[in-house]
């Protein structure tokens, strides 16, 4: 398309201006060349359209900061004052650099430029033998707003405009004729806004200012009151950005008088109290303590509401569309939650806070027996519902640890089984019963046939065939080695049976030599 807008309703993507003379390349050329737009030019009347491409978008939706703003619109003046051009609003449509000539509808207008401009113009040739519409010469490419204000301030800083005070349309409003307290408030009021007043003394001063020139003066003490009120909002609900910070309900006098103005700004008070005891009391309920009961003192002591408070809302409705999540472990809240839509009052929510936490004792209980060495498996209770993943998580971790104990349970009975497979082979070597390893043996090469049969016919990987080719051999050697302890079990009990017989003949010949060579008696005492 010949025209093209590259910003949105939100956010400003390039600063666009539009140039009505035909000197735009003599004044491009004295613009630095790190912040030099992009200039779009008309061949036939050689006006142009400028726009500069910025590096960081600038946002201008709602509740955008104004800073931002403030500066976008000082880089559009400054801009706008170098290239002598207007600056055209963020929606504007310009001359697009991708347009052709065939999608051009009607013709263009000339306008007659000056030879020397004509002259400078470049060709529109485009890729491919494409007729472009518009003549175009690059800029500098995407460019900050704190560079073009840096780059351009000096030299054109009186060339721009200054804004007019957004709040000088107040000057131009009667103030209230209800009576002379309304209508000190609104002249004092819009007072401060113009000015941004926050000090008590300025505002004080101001008001009896104005109420001097009452044919019959407010008293001091109300005076005093209006002073009060309005220093309050401008110090904490006041926000030149955005005009009033909270809530402002547009009341018409022609459609409510002032009883049920009063009656709906109470009612609208209420409700901001409200919601301000719903979010403490959901923001101490998403920091709750995890083995803390969830009492209604312990709830008024978390959220600094008085007792009474919190037993007002404890048997009541949560409002719809909010959720309370009550955190089942510290720095984890996403891992419990209770949405209210099915825990509808505080109470219920206290209800099953209190059995989650039973619910999690016994999960932790379970687990720590079953962690002991030799426990037997248990298989954990399942709860009743699943409101807090919390306890979900408890029941799978006690899950868990069961089939850790049916594993360590497993392990037990196998190396039971070895071992009795060892000393049967032992026992069989001590009595030559080659049967057995016999035996032994032809049941492990069955098991390792059949596992390589199923590797072959599954297509298991090389390297599970080779552990079971060793696996074989290994099994092999210990089969052996556990029947050849047996065999030397049983001649080293032979030699120690044989070792008796001998000392015992030792001892006939020590005997009987001890006899032929006689020995003396002592002698008498008598003698």
Known sequence: MPWICLNTDNFVNILTFDIDHSCAREYLANIPAKIRPTLVEDPVSGRSHAFLSLRSPVYIGHEAHQKPQKLLWLAHQLMAAALDATPLPYKSLIKSPWGLVENLIGNLVPREPSQNNRAALPDTSGPGGLKLLWRTEPGAGPSELRDVVSLLMPVWQNKIQKPAKIWLRYAEREPSSLGRNCSLFDQVRWWCYAGLVKDLREIS????????????????SEVEATVRSICKFMNFRHCPAYGIQGFSMPFSAENLNTTQKRREAAHRTSTIKQQKSYDRIENALKAWPKKMPLTQPALALQTGLCERTVRRYWHVDWPTGLSVIISGSEGNLARSAHPLRQLRTLKELADAFEKDCLWLTYYGNHITAQKKPG??????????????????????????????????RDRRLKNKERCERRNRLIQAGKNN?????????????????GLILRAEKEKWKPDIKKKLFFGRISSRKSIKRAYDEGISLRFSERCVSDRPDKESDSNCHVDEFSASVGTRSPPDKGR
């Open 433 to 449: 019963a080659i049967s057995i390893r016999s035996e032994e043996t032809g049941r492990i090469e069955g098991q390792f046939d």
């Open 375 to 408: 426990a037997e498996p248990d298989w954990p209770e399942t709860p009743n519902d699943w409101l807090n993943t919390e306890v979900a998580w408890g029941d799978r971790h006690a899950e868990e640890a069961t089939e850790d104990a049916l594993h360590r």
């Open 205 to 220: 001063a101001y008001a009896h200012q104005i109420n001097r020139t009452f044919p019959a003066p407010l008293p001091g």
